[in-house]
């Protein structure tokens, strides 16, 4: 009982809060860990990768020129979006890991901001514009990183499909189509190389992995 008596004051109130919010915060560390591990191979990447397609396909139908500069992105090689991806997904994680530490001060934060809105209109407006900049940029990040991701997707498979296509159509052919790939500027550009490569797999009877759908 003296024990008890001894340790139950240390877990209760502001205390027990201060722990709940250093968990909170340690289960967000763990999520970091999750994103950088298997989660991301077989959960993430692949939502990604469809929820990219669907942006690119939609904004492509459009704009042409948006189309075109995905398919130039392509041929320049686009090694790294799923880990730019990955990485903004570990820092998003991490504020909020942050935020629930440090619960507290937010609110004391945005009761300020609140009462500061409250009493002028600038103020609030101001606020309101900031939001909206706000929106604004991350939308703009995010159809810059399906791009991204699209550009990487279509290199990949359209690379592929030339090695495949390798060991039976010769050095020549196989040079040349890289040069097509890499001189891309264009969506005829590539519907003009994806032809040629169709052809020789038709020939050759052989299965490649190239499309042409966003």
Do not use: H
Not at 61 to 83: E, I, V
């Amino acid at each position: 009982m003296a024990l008890q008596s001894l340790l139950a004051p240390r877990f209760t109130g502001k205390n027990l809060k201060r722990i709940l919010r250093w968990l909170g915060g340690f289960a967000g560390l763990l999520l970091v860990g999750a994103l950088g591990s298997g989660l991301w191979e077989k959960v993430l990447s692949p939502l990604l990768s469809i929820a990219s397609s669907a942006l690119v396909s939609t904004i492509s139908r459009f704009s042409r020129s948006y189309s075109d500069a995905t398919y130039a992105l392509a041929a320049q090689g686009s090694p790294t979006s799923a880990g730019l991806f990955a990485d903004c997904l570990i820092v998003f994680a991490s504020m909020i890991a942050v935020m629930f530490v440090t619960t507290p001060t937010l609110k004391r934060t945005f009761a300020r901001v609140k009462e500061l809105t409250e009493r002028s209109s600038k103020a609030r407006f101001i606020l309101e514009l900031n939001a909206l900049l706000f929106m604004a940029a991350l939308a703009t990040v995010m159809v810059s990183l399906a791009k991204l991701t699209v550009a990487e997707d279509v290199g990949g498979r359209t690379l592929q499909s030339m090695e495949i296509l390798r060991p039976v159509i010769g050095e020549q052919y196989y040079i040349r189509f890289r040069a097509d790939f890499y001189s891309m500027k264009t969506e005829r550009d590539f519907l003009a190389l994806k032809k040629l490569i169709d052809e020789q797999a038709q020939r050759y009877k052989t299965s490649v992995p190239i499309d042409d759908r966003l």
